[in-house]
């Protein structure tokens, strides 16, 4: 029917209205700042950048790839690349950003520049409550604030963030695993060259002697 899903929204309003003078449960807000919801697990505000360990600066993720850039549909997000590497969270050189800003006056918590990373580098924060009396610079945010902790990805979104760290520990043994037999194929050529020089050299040898 026609209008069947307004009929069923506008029922669900008047059921919580009518029900909140004689259900506390069917109340739908709340004395804010005094009360506080808790946010739900898929609550999404502002975008952050992730971090593994105790220094920010050497735990980024962010190897300034700058895909999420690139794809920002109101292009909030810059980043400049450093010239020079550093080891990753997995141990490999990689760039970093030596400049990473994002414009919170202009995001509009898409959460494309989440979905487009290859390096689980950047999540959506909970946090709202960041208004300022500076209209031009305090709502630019700087790597240095954008920066935040594995655990304090882990507090906002436990399950998401449980199957990041999960697969990304899959790729580290995997990337293990491939150093593993590359080394193991390289010593076991190693030794066969050795062996076939070593055989030669007998040969060589041994006909020497005859001659």
């Not at 494309?112 to 960041?130: Q, R, S, Y």
Request: hydrophobic share 40%.
């Amino acid at each position: 029917m026609v209008g069947e899903g307004i009929l069923k929204g506008l029922a669900e309003t008047a059921r919580n209205f009518f029900g909140s003078y004689v259900d506390g449960e069917r109340l739908t807000t709340v004395q804010f700042p005094e009360q506080r919801l808790a946010p739900i697990e898929a609550t999404r505000d502002f975008p952050f950048l992730v971090y593994d360990g105790e220094d920010w600066h050497a735990g980024m993720r962010c190897v300034a790839c700058q895909i999420c850039e690139k794809e920002c549909p109101p292009k909030c997000i810059y980043i400049e690349k450093s010239a020079d590497k550093k080891p990753d969270a997995m141990g490999k050189a990689q760039f970093y950003p030596a400049k990473f800003d994002i414009d919170i006056s202009v995001c509009m918590s898409c959460q494309i520049c989440v979905e487009v990373c290859p390096f689980e580098a950047i999540k959506m924060d909970t946090e709202f409550e960041l208004s300022t009396d500076d209209r031009f610079g305090g709502l630019l945010l700087h790597k240095d604030k954008l920066a935040k902790s594995n655990e304090h990805y882990h507090r906002i979104h436990p399950t998401e963030a449980a199957a990041v760290d999960a697969g990304l520990a899959a790729e580290r043994m995997a990337a293990e695993a491939r150093t593993k037999a590359a080394a193991e194929a390289k010593a076991a050529a190693d030794t066969k060259a050795a062996e076939a020089k070593t055989a030669a050299a007998s040969m060589q040898a041994s006909g020497g002697g005859t001659q």
